[in-house]
């Protein structure tokens, strides 16, 4: 029996270990929340609500500072419904290829390609931006500077491609096949079954894949930087540079005094960030179920 | 007429799908024609040199691949093991499944939430400085979601069948995990700490405000001292340095190696388990 009790202590490290490490998981989850939510709070009573609300973001001026982050909010949403407006039709179009007219064979090779894609460094494709996406764009529309929110968008859009395709057509080839010969069966073709049939059945992983792109693009930092010009002004077309809420706190974080009113400002900034994140995820969550239960 | 219609959207999907794969194609051998013949043996194991106008990449690769390996140090053993936990000994009660889901919606957060989270903590709670340790712990807390996911993912996977035979045979629960669970979903938990190695070779963000600098070309081991970094050193490259022309070369350069490394994890990771989240 000696056997037995060594084992048994064995178990008793192995399920004490991992206890361990989950509740230390956890308590990251309390602690990254809290410590957002600290420098966050103290900036809202620091700084009159109102006072984000404005179009003017000065943080070191003279005769006082102004703090209106809108300029960042509108060039985060900018960029990224640009990128999904590029990437949504595209990624459909790669889905349902990928999806009903790809072997097997051919896929698991090329499938290899999207998670490479989905891999690229952020900083690499903002090299990329900055080093021949801007001057292309300056080309085409005859622009000084090619560092332009519509940059920014183009790199995001390739950059949430993988997700939304990935999503998309995982949807596709749960649906029963069933269903698809059945269609044909009807004289639908390949195309039509596809879109006009199928495409039912993954409107719920349609929909999330367009949440989940849409939280990757205005989470995205290092990429957006090197494209947009960065210049906190509220675009009015996506051919003026302008600059992301990711976009700031990378830029001015690094140069902030700890605990001063500017640091508690980029801190709410992070902390926005965090609460779309949080919602994105949530919302996505609600729809996930549904696909299960309508696919299986 | 309908058939020719649909041709045509065939057509143009395969020219959407396919985009992708020639663009990963492009950007190898773009960045490769960029870098100009910059790119050679010496050019890793050299120094940046007049003011980063010439010389290699190596204090900067170094930074990178030491950091990856202080990554995996902390985040591997408590990513794995609480990805067991929730896998195998977690009671199905409202906390858990709350933990689970807010562990599943951290891998959402955008990277430079977790470098303010680290500089918040690690960097000035936990008085680390700004440090090669702050940054592996921030990388750490960002990849946690990751493993811990891909691990539970992968144990969940691992057929109840074996495992309720090799109970009938007398094996306690560290016996079972040993000989059938981890033997069945190793690939899987190896494929995400491939994806791990990955995402703390290629994130710039939350080390840029823990630790990162752009010019320290004496290597060392200690972790409590700052360093530099791959990305990052792209990142200064392309975009703070005056003479953007001559240094664009090296940035491309770097920019290659930096691509192979990430490459080659995330295809180890994909080599693995063909079933992984693809878009992580």
């Known amino acids: 029996m000696r056997n037995y009790s060594t084992n048994s202590s064995a178990e008793r490290i192995f399920r004490l270990a991992s206890t361990a490490a989950a509740v230390l998981a956890s308590l990251g989850v309390v602690l990254i929340v809290s410590f957002m939510c600290v ?24 005769s006082g500072s102004t703090w209106g982050i809108l300029p960042f909010i509108a060039g ?53 931006a900055l080093t021949t996406i801007a001057p292309l764009i300056a080309k085409v ?3 000084s500077s090619g560092l332009t929110i519509l940059n920014g968008g183009i790199t995001l859009a390739i950059m949430v491609l993988p997700t939304m395709v990935s999503v998309l057509s995982d949807a596709f080839q749960k649906i029963p096949v069933i269903y698809k010969e059945g269609a044909l069966a009807l004289g639908a073709s390949k195309w039509q079954a596809a879109v006009e049939v199928l495409f039912q059945f993954v409107k719920p992983a349609f929909i999330s894949s367009v949440l989940l792109s849409f939280g990757r693009a205005i989470g995205e ?25 990711t976009g700031v706190l990378a830029i001015e974080m690094p140069e902030t005094i700890a605990g001063s009113v500017h640091y508690n ?8 960030l965090l609460l779309i994140a949080l919602l994105v995820n949530y919302l996505s969550g609600l729809i996930t179920p549904k696909v299960r239960v309508k696919t299986q | 007429m309908r058939k020719a219609f649909d041709s045509i959207w065939v057509l143009l999907s395969a020219i959407a799908y396919f985009s992708a794969v020639v663009f990963v194609i492009w950007v190898a051998i773009h960045l490769y024609a960029l870098s100009r013949g910059k790119l050679s043996l010496a050019f890793l194991f050299t120094n940046p040199s007049s003011g980063m106008t010439a010389g290699g ?21 408590i990513g794995v093991l609480a990805g067991v936990y929730f896998a195998e000994f977690a009671p199905d009660n409202t906390l ?31 008085n680390l400085g700004l440090s090669l340790l702050a940054s592996a712990l921030t990388l750490s807390v960002m990849n946690l979601p990751v493993i811990i996911t891909t691990t539970e993912e992968a144990l969940r996977l691992v057929p109840n069948a074996q495992k309720e035979a090799a109970i009938a045979l007398g094996a306690n629960s560290w016996e079972v995990w040993r000989d059938v669970s981890f033997k069945y979903a190793s690939s899987g938990i190896v494929s995400g700490l491939f994806l791990a190695l990955s995402r703390a070779l290629g994130e710039t963000a939350p080390i840029l405000l823990t630790g990162v600098v752009f010019y320290q070309p004496t290597v060392t ?17 392309s975009t703070q340095h005056s003479k953007f022309t001559e240094v664009l070369p090296i940035a491309a350069a770097s920019g290659f190696v930096l691509l192979l490394m990430v490459l080659f994890a995330r295809i180890l990771a994909y080599m693995y388990n063909r079933r992984i989240q693809r878009w992580l």
Request: charged share 10%.
């Open chain 1, 221 to 245: 930092t290092m990429a957006v930087i090197m494209a947009v010009g960065n210049v906190a002004m509220i675009p009015k077309t996506p051919l003026q540079p302008g600059e992301t809420m």
């Open chain 1, 141 to 143: 529309f005859h622009l």
């Open chain 1, 76 to 128: 985060s949403l900018w960029t990224t419904v640009i990128a999904l407006i590029i990437s949504v039709p595209l990624s459909f179009l790669a889905a349902v290829f990928s999806s009903q007219f790809m072997t097997e064979s051919i896929r698991s090779a090329t499938d290899l390609f999207f998670s490479v894609l989905a891999g690229i460094p952020s900083v690499i494709m903002g090299f990329l």
């Open chain 1, 39 to 62: 420098p966050a709070f103290k900036a809202l009573s620091q700084v009159p609500f109102a006072a984000f609300l404005s179009t003017k973001w000065n943080p070191k001026g003279y």
């Open chain 1, 265 to 272: 400002v980029l801190f709410l900034i992070g902390f926005l």
């Open chain 2, 96 to 126: 858990t499944r709350l933990l689970r889901s807010s562990i599943r919606t951290l891998s959402g957060v955008p990277a430079i939430v977790y470098g303010l989270f680290g500089l918040a903590f690690f960097v000035r709670f936990m």
């Open chain 2, 221 to 237: 081991l200690d972790p409590t001292k700052t360093f530099m970094a791959l990305p990052y050193h792209i990142f200064i490259l």
């Open chain 2, 57 to 77: 990449v190596f204090a900067p690769l170094f930074g990178s691949i030491y950091l990856a390996l202080w990554v995996l140090i902390i985040s591997a053993p």
